[in-house]
């Protein structure tokens, strides 16, 4: 339900490129990629160099964990004249205003920060700065902002009322109720997306270690002295963490309604 999103004409003269990074052996979803690949001309497989390496098999979340795989995808990511936008595969649900917010942050923030980072709803952070001012709601769990908070990050039913409560103001035509002051950020964060100059990343040459996450909220941040900038206005939707995942697709309609949500926005395009 992403890609209808990215190839929605209402971004057709803001996205150039949607690059799929192949970052999975999985044969139904090398299918979908190529799939796409082949349907829209924007679409391009990235495919890296090094083979995947699996590492150990968790049978709680009922996939491998791999240890050498996204964060090869940065290094290229570095023309002069490009900005890049990564988005989570994860992400459901994309703000009209989202790219124009996000990539004129971009601009406006390249000599102080080395990149941005949205809005993104279900992700610690922003689930406590909207606890926090009675936006949303806290009967399933207070968020603490911290990447591993247990209610924020490892609760399906936390993410079931959440999502319940985005959807209901997407209904009423009311997202923009959840855009908070843009700011700077420091410290170990999730993120779900972010976006940068490519001349900002040759600073580091676009060298990210293993757990890329973390370099890029902490490590790469602080050897440059340059924050990441959150953008308050820039605003899409992560479906869940891992743990979350069980609750969320067994025993509430929060997906199908994601679904019906893209759907009626972008059409039934990416099936």
Not at 13 to 27: A, M, P, R, S
Not at 83 to 111: M, P, Q, T
Not at 182 to 201: D, E, L, N, P
Request: glycine letters at 6%.
């Amino acid at each position: 339900m992403l890609l209808p999103y990215l190839t929605s004409a209402r971004f057709a003269d803001t996205i150039d490129e949607i690059h799929l990074w192949v970052n999975t052996d999985v044969q139904s979803d090398l299918e979908y990629f190529t799939r796409m690949e082949a349907t829209f001309p924007k679409v391009k497989c990235i495919r890296n160099s090094v083979a995947l390496n699996k590492t150990l098999y968790d049978a709680s979340r009922n996939h491998y964990q791999y240890n050498d795989s996204i964060f090869r995808f940065y290094r290229p990511c570095r023309d002069d004249d490009a900005i890049y936008v990564k988005i989570d595969d994860d992400i459901c649900f994309v703000h009209d205003d989202f790219f124009n917010n996000i990539l004129a942050s971009v601009l406006d923030r390249e000599s102080t920060n080395f990149a941005c980072v949205a809005n993104v709803f279900n992700i610690p952070y922003t689930s406590k700065l909207l606890q926090d001012r009675g936006t949303l709601g806290d009967a399933k769990g207070h968020s603490t902002g911290d990447p591993r908070c247990p209610f924020a990050c490892t609760d399906g039913k936390f993410a079931v009322y959440i999502h319940e409560q985005f959807l209901d103001l997407v209904t009423k035509g009311d997202v923009n109720s959840l855009c908070f002051d843009s700011h700077a950020i420091t410290g170990r964060q999730r993120v779900g997306t972010m976006a940068w100059t490519g001349k900002s990343f040759q600073q580091f040459g676009g060298r990210v270690d293993e757990r890329d996450e973390v370099d890029l909220t902490t490590k790469i941040p602080q050897s440059l002295g340059k924050p990441l900038w959150m953008v308050g206005d820039a605003i899409v939707s992560h479906f869940a963490f891992s743990h979350q995942r069980a609750e969320l697709e067994d025993r509430s309609d929060v997906l199908k309604r994601y679904l019906e949500l893209s759907i009626k926005l972008n059409g039934d395009t990416a099936a």
